[in-house]
């Protein structure tokens, strides 16, 4: 099949896994207007997944995790292994502090119910295409206890509004940060992009690429999602808010 996405190459291909014909179509249904969306694909099951993701350059997956051949964490592992650069989105009815924590582990970019409002799902999807981190209303990342899981350094699982995100009560190693990376990690941690940071503070992607780097080394993590389960973890305040 043609690797050339319909509209540009710089659009998105999204795949839905999910064994229910009524979800896939109605997610389809909201993403096939989206100018952001170059072309919506369908699997219903594991195995469908793989062998979509095997034929097919996927930008994002939308991932239920009970499906009729297997576990859609496991399958998502999986294709990251065969596609590193894919982004995927765990959409479940599976409300659960340790699954969410094997989903991000996983590589997982973002945990959604699916009672979530569909417009926020969509929402979803494009934040996870672009590089960001979304955990939808009700999710809560206490399954990710002491001792840290493997490739989430210093997550103690407690709650996130017991800090504030002062550089003086920031346990290390976020102490080492400098304001600007700071204000770099709420961002990420609020599930924005390079380029949606750039904008923010006027600066050039690459700024913005070379600032992430910096703060990923000194907090030790590899990716987005390490660093914003860090951040969130240490209580750090969303963008433009302020502990009460």
Sequence with gaps: MDDAAPGGPDLARVLIVDDHPVVRRGLRAMLDGEPWVARV???????????????????VVAMDIALPDGDGVQAAARILRHRPGTAVLMLTMADDDAVVA???????????????????????????????LVLGPGVRLTGLADPAPAGLPGLTGRSAAGSAGSAARLPSPLHQLTAREREILRHIAAGEGNAQIARRFGVSDKTV????????AKLGVSDRVQAALLARDAGMTPPGRQVQ
């Design 41 to 59: 694909l369908e699997a219903a099951s594991c195995a469908d997944a793989l062998a979509t993701v095997a034929h097919e350059q996927v930008t």
């Design 209 to 216: 690429r070379n600032q992430v780097s910096a703060v990923f």
């Design 102 to 132: 094997r989903a991000l582990q996983a590589g997982a970019r973002g945990y959604l119910l699916k009672d979530t409002d569909p417009d926020v799902v969509v929402d979803a999807l494009r934040t996870v295409a672009a590089g960001g």
